[in-house]
């Protein structure tokens, strides 16, 4: 069983950066890929960003490339997504998953456990 808790969600102007983190309870974490997934008002929750459950492999969605980084630390049971030159299309409520994988999955039915989200909203 694991339970996550998202944080450092809020309200940023565009070119503005915030960090995300999500902690996770649980002995397993370790075990888990993580991903970052997000879900703005009348859309999909669309994958943004996985890590593997080393931390060695990283994946980001195209629209994130180069601006969003995924990290993980497995001796404090966290994982943070790091978001620079945020855009208004990124606003959206972030949610943090585990995937009971070596290799993050890019779909949302992979996913075992989710967090409750956070709001992120970027004005222009």
Known sequence: ?????????GLVQAG??????????????????MGWFRQAPGKEREFVAGITWTGVST???DSVKGRFTISRDNAKNTVDLQMNSLKPEDTAVYYCA????????????????WGQGTQVTVSS
Do not use: H, I
Request: negative net charge.
């Open 1 to 9: 069983q694991v339970q996550l808790v998202e944080s450092g969600g």
């Open 59 to 61: 994946y980001y969605a």
């Open 98 to 113: 585990a995937d009971n994988a070596p290799v993050p999955s890019g779909s949302t039915d992979e996913y075992d456990y």
């Open 16 to 33: 503005g950066s915030l960090r995300l983190s999500c902690a996770a309870s649980g002995r397993t974490f370790s075990s888990y890929s």
